[in-house]
């Protein structure tokens, strides 16, 4: 035990290895409703070298390591399931590189997307890269690792989708890079390679990420949050094709929720419209709410519910607040546009179960290909009743969104699970083979995706 | 079930029908206007129904002191045509549901300041000139106990105000303050207008807070350093429901040094902050709100206004901005008098 603690000492220094109860205790835990497991280790590495060789001592040693970016995916992805060392990413966050001309940028996996996002405005104010919803603490790395999506979702993707280099360190220590940096031409394509795409969406348990590439788009000087309200949630859907059809947005959303009572079985779509000119923007909205969107508005049924509102980088949820004690978790899935109806009525039911007030949101991904669909369940975190109500509405979540042909976004353990059953069993030796492959110890946050 | 107390005979009778022949948004000539009011007061369907851009003008442009625009909104409600979309109407129903605890009732003594919805504009409100002024509705989280519900005038929704108002009377009067001073002149109207126009009992006075400044100021006096600005008001749809008040506005210009800017969108020619417009079902109601604005906007800045100065909390959201891109300061009332004092804003 200590000989792994100096060990770390030695490769990271004294002030950034811990084996103190203390400051594990803050690593047992993170935000959701998952109950603490305790790593007996932290180190927080400067260099992709002193990863490496925390991971050489991992295996080593035979000791599970889980990477942790900001370590706020609520779903206890990045919680020490059997122990060991947690690798802390947040000082491996350098930016390496941007080329404007190309609309790319490199940096270390730690550096959180409040610190891009500062530093494009600062430096390279007419770039900007698909921020997540997520505090600003959020790392690129984490986020990649369970495949997010940000606000520029709708026009381009998921952040997985942007990706144009991956440097790794396999679970066996070796560097490993992915796209064209791979054969030394810079990091501004992952294609035309051939595919290994082994590390995303696996939760860091097949490798740990160091440096990624990712792209960059047009940051347009005059930026509005629009929006437009429904009743009734069955007009979602179509509202949202025929936005994408038109194709002149960035981030579309669509909310409800129970409180504030403003929201209440109502759904708000934001649009997010960006321009350079007062002309284009008025364009823009013209296109949107006189064209589109004007035979609800004459008929109706839908309304627009603000204009030209600021519009904050990160938007952030203030759901947590709604119930006293500050606590929330949300499940995440991918389903097509279609079902936002669906989701929402059944969601709202489980909410109703549990006496949480119902909180539910889609983002459209991509030209309305799908749809990050969650729902958010408050709980007061000095109240084991009220954790208690929402763990079980998370994994009736769960299982819904599989009854619903969806597929669980970021799913914690439980979820993981009842994806993995439901599986084709070739794709499920496959990610065993795999993940044997690339971590013969077993070492790499162990419990995630596990293949039994 | 609270009535209108509207006098039929005397506004078929009118010799003006100022209500809409004045009207800034409907073109009507004198011999229309009588036959849609008339169509109004005998609760038929009329164009003015469906077109009313709910800028509450028509009340004070009345000869005859009737409310005109309180029965369009009656009408509008009880034949089911409100301006707004549905989803519209049910979300701002909703906006109005307390859902924070209780209030709590201080009592106070004398005179307060009642902020109604308006509790995150606390730093409107410092220094001198509020000094000792108890203050009702301080806290966001309960602040929907005390919103005076007058909004929905612009929802086509009088049943709504009319099922609300009392309990937000009692929460007001449970304060037992003698004099209730209104930092919006929404509430103002409510309280002096509205209500006595729907029978529906006020215990408390209520002072405007443009009087209360102008008092205040005459206090301050000395201290006062004439601004030199030059200045537009936004005058806003509920200051059409207590017209006597709107004569300090200047009052209070001139006390502070300020000049007030010549320009056609003024006083009883006011321009609505397009802000009720924007969501409005009638076709081209968006565009319509843009080149409303831009009037306002244009004729503000050809009058060479270098401060736009708001009463409305809901004014200075739509207009704050736009102003502001073009080159026009905008500025509460309140903040506009600490700046005559010396004092500083935040
Ligand atoms: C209020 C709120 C809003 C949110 N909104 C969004 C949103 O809009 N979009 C979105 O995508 N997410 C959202 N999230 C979820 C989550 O916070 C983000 O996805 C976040 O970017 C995850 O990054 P992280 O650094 O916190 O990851 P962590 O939680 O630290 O890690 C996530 C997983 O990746 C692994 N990992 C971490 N770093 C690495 C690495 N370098 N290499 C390999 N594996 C690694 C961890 O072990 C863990 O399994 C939200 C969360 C909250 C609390």
Redesign the interface.
């Known amino acids: 035990m200590e000989s792994i603690y100096q060990a770390l000492v030695e490769i990271v220094g004294e002030d950034y290895a811990s084996n103190r109860h203390e400051e594990l205790f803050t690593y047992s835990k993170d935000l959701g409703t998952s109950p603490p497991q305790w790593p007996e280790y932290v180190a927080a590495p400067k260099t992709v070298e002193e990863v490496q060789k925390i991971v050489y001592l991992a295996n080593k040693e035979k000791v599970a390591i889980v990477p942790l970016g900001g370590g706020l995916t609520l779903a206890g992805l990045a919680l020490p399931l059997k122990g060991g060392i947690i690798i802390d990413m947040k000082r491996l966050d350098k930016i390496i590189e941007v080329n404007e001309a190309a609309r790319y940028m490199v940096v270390e996996a730690g550096a959180s997307h409040g610190k891009v996002t500062a530093y494009l405005h600062k430096h390279h104010p007419t770039l900007m890269h698909s921020e997540p919803g997520a505090p600003a603490a959020a790392t690129i790395g984490g986020n990649m690792a369970i495949h997010g999506q940000g606000d520029l979702a709708h026009p381009y993707g998921f952040n997985t989708d942007m990706i144009n280099g991956l440097e790794v360190i396999l679970p066996t220590g070796e560097i490993a890079r992915f796209g064209s940096c791979a054969v030394g031409s810079g990091w501004y394509t992952m294609h035309p390679l051939p595919d290994l795409g082994l590390f995303l969406g696996w939760n860091g348990s097949t490798g740990i990420i160091t440096k990624i590439s990712f792209r960059l788009y047009p940051y347009k000087k005059i930026r509005d949050n629009d929006a437009f ?3 009734d949630e069955n007009l979602v859907p179509e509202i949202l094709h025929e936005l994408t059809h038109l194709g002149l947005t960035e981030d579309l959303i669509a909310t409800s929720s129970e ?8 759904h708000h779509i934001s649009i997010m419209i960006a321009g350079d000119y007062e002309e284009e923007m ?1 364009f823009k ?2 296109m949107i ?2 064209l589109t969107l ?1 035979k ?3 008929s ?6 603000g ?2 509102a600021e519009r904050l980088r990160p938007q952030i949820s203030k759901s947590a607040d709604w119930k006293k004690g500050g606590g929330f978790e949300y499940v995440g899935s991918i389903v097509p546009v279609a079902a936002y109806p669906e989701c929402y009525r059944r969601g709202s039911e489980i909410s109703a179960r549990h006496d949480i007030p119902y909180t539910v949101l889609g983002r459209v991904i991509g030209c309305c290909h799908a749809m990050m669909f969650s729902w958010s369940y408050a709980f007061n975190r000095a109240d084991a009743e009220t954790v208690r109500h929402a763990r079980e509405a998370l994994h009736e979540t769960d299982v819904m969104v599989m009854e619903l042909n969806g597929t669980i976004w970021k799913p914690a353990v439980f979820g993981q699970k009842l994806m993995m059953d439901r599986m084709d069993q070739t794709t499920l030796q496959l990610m065993k083979k795999v993940k044997d492959l690339l971590d013969p110890n077993g070492i790499m946050n162990p419990g995630n995706w596990e293949v039994q | 079930m609270y009535k209108l107390t509207f006098n039929e005979d005397l506004c078929l009778a009118c010799g003006t029908q100022d209500c809409l022949v004045r009207c800034q948004h409907m073109d009507i000539d004198q011999k229309t206007a009588r036959i849609e009011m008339e169509k109004i007061i005998n609760g038929e369907d009329s164009f003015v129904l469906h077109d009313c851009a709910t800028c509450y003008a028509c009340e004070e442009y009345c000869p005859h002191g009737n409310h005109p625009f309180y029965l369009i909104v009656q009408r509008q409600d009880e034949l089911g045509m409100p301006p707004l979309p549905e989803p519209l109407i049910k979300r701002g129903i909703q906006t109005g549901i307390p859902f924070r605890g209780e209030p709590e009732i201080d009592e106070i003594k004398g005179t307060a300041l009642n902020m109604c919805v308006f509790s995150n504009l606390m730093d409107r409100v410092q220094g001198r000139l509020f000094e000792g002024l108890p203050i009702i509705s301080h806290d966001s989280r309960k602040m929907f106990h005390y919103f005076c519900q007058l909004m929905y005038l612009h929802y086509g929704k009088t049943s709504v105000i009319n099922e609300r108002l009392d309990k937000i009377i009692q929460t007001l009067a449970a304060h037992k303050a003698k004099e209730i001073i209104h930092f919006h002149d929404e509430c103002y109207g409510t309280y002096t207008s509205y209500a006595p126009a729907f029978g529906i009992e006020v215990p408390f006075k209520s002072i405007h807070l443009f009087e209360y400044l102008y008092n205040r100021l005459l206090e301050l006096k000395n201290e006062i350093k004439p601004l030199n600005y030059k200045v537009a008001y936004q005058r806003p749809c509920s200051s059409r429901l207590s017209p006597p008040m709107h004569q300090y506005v200047a009052k209070i210009f001139d006390l502070i040094g300020v000049e007030n800017v010549k320009r056609e969108y003024v006083d009883e020619n006011a321009m609505c902050c397009g802000g009720t417009i924007l969501g409005q079902k009638k076709e081209g109601s968006r565009q319509y709100c843009a080149e409303v604005q831009k009037k306002n906007i244009d004729d503000m800045k050809n009058a060479g206004a270098e401060i736009c100065v708001f009463n409305c909390p809901a004014c200075i959201t739509t207009l704050g901005k736009p102003v502001q891109k073009e080159g026009i300061w905008p500025l509460f009332m309140s903040d506009l008098c600490r700046l005559a004092i010396g004092e500083k804003i935040g």
């Open positions: 309200t429904v009743s409180i504030p009572p403003v929201m209440n079985r109502l008025e909205r013209h709410f006189d004007g609800y508005i004459r109706g049924v839908g309304g627009i519910g204009i030209a």
